[in-house]
């Protein structure tokens, strides 16, 4: 979002902005054209990602089924950033299949393309517009979901509908009585849940969370189990996390998958896994 974000448009320029930003792939795939007849919002089949040699993915299968909040787990270097980034784009497998709902392959999109295709992914680090508003934030993500560049949304005005949508969006991050603050001035985690909302306004269908709550304090961590649990069900979510209080937190019966080695070691409850001498020897047990 950032190498669209031009705060220092003059005004005259909005109706020409406005016109050129619908690009001849506006809306090529949308959100509600994804094919989820088959109950799975994301298929990974047999991916394999090598850098020099060393296999990051080796030959990984994974699925996540529509509304399904799954955590990934696994020691450092397991492959668990190098998936999402095969997810949405970023890398291209060298072998092996991934689809978004039936039909959209997703190693034949562009990053953007897949962003736009309805998947919204969070860094670790948090990445807001910091001399913008809280509101603001959440404004310009709504209005960039449609294509429309950060220089245009300013000057757009907002119908009832999309006000009440930031609201509920606020109080479900824990800002509102926040909304008029700049986000640059924002705890870290307050920021980290501005980027959430900020994706959230984006509708997504697939929703891709790396370490959400590294550098969070306890009660901040906590809050943001709870705001999970919240979304459960709404969208599907990856959530891969180190810290396994807040993996218990929001895995509660659903499945967590144990990568290791490029691979899937494990999967099953939170109780199973945890209870598993192979995921014990490689991860829980250090
Ligand atoms: N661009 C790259 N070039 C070379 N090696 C890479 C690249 N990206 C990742 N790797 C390697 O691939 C392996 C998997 O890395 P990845 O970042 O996916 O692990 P991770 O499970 O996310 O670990 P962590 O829990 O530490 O975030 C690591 O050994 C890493 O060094
Ligand atoms: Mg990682």
């Not at 949304?153 to 509920?168: C, G, H, N, Y």
């Not at 997504?204 to 370490?211: I, K, R, T, Y």
Request: with cysteine.
């Amino acid at each position: 979002m950032s190498q669209i974000y031009n705060p220092a448009q003059p005004s005259d320029k909005v109706d020409n902005a406005l016109h050129a930003d619908y690009g001849t792939s506006y809306a090529r795939i949308k959100p509600e054209g994804v094919d989820t007849t088959h109950g799975a919002i994301l298929y990974l089949e047999n991916i394999t990602v090598s850098f020099d040699g060393f296999k990051a993915l080796n030959n990984l299968n994974l699925d996540i089924s529509v509304g399904e909040l799954r955590c990934i787990i696994g020691p450092n270097g397991a492959g668990k950033t190098t998936m999402m980034d095969v997810i949405t784009g970023k890398t291209r497998p060298s072998a092996g299949t991934a689809f978004f709902g039936q039909s959209i392959d997703l190693t034949k999109l562009t990053e953007y393309d897949i962003a736009h295709a309805g998947i919204g992914r969070k860094f670790q680090r948090p990445t807001v517009f910091e001399q913008h508003t809280v509101f603001e934030n959440l404004e310009l993500a709504m209005k960039m979901g449609k294509r429309l560049t950060v220089r245009t949304t300013l000057f757009s005005r907002l119908s009832s509908e999309q006000v009440d949508k930031i609201d509920a969006c606020l109080r479900l991050i824990r800002l509102n009585g926040n909304e008029r603050r700049l986000a640059g001035l924002l705890s870290h985690g307050q920021k980290q849940w501005l980027e959430i909302g900020m994706l959230l306004m984006q509708e997504p269908q697939l929703l891709l969370l790396d370490e959400p709550v590294a550098g969070m304090s306890d009660a901040e961590t906590a809050r943001t189990a709870e705001l999970l649990n919240e979304l459960r069900g709404k969208h599907s979510i990856m959530v891969v996390e180190h810290d396994m209080g807040f993996v218990a937190e929001i895995a509660q019966e659903g499945k967590v998958t144990v990568l290791h080695e490029g691979a899937v070691l494990a999967a099953g409850k939170m109780s199973e896994v945890q209870a598993d001498e192979r995921v014990i020897e490689v991860y829980l047990g250090r």
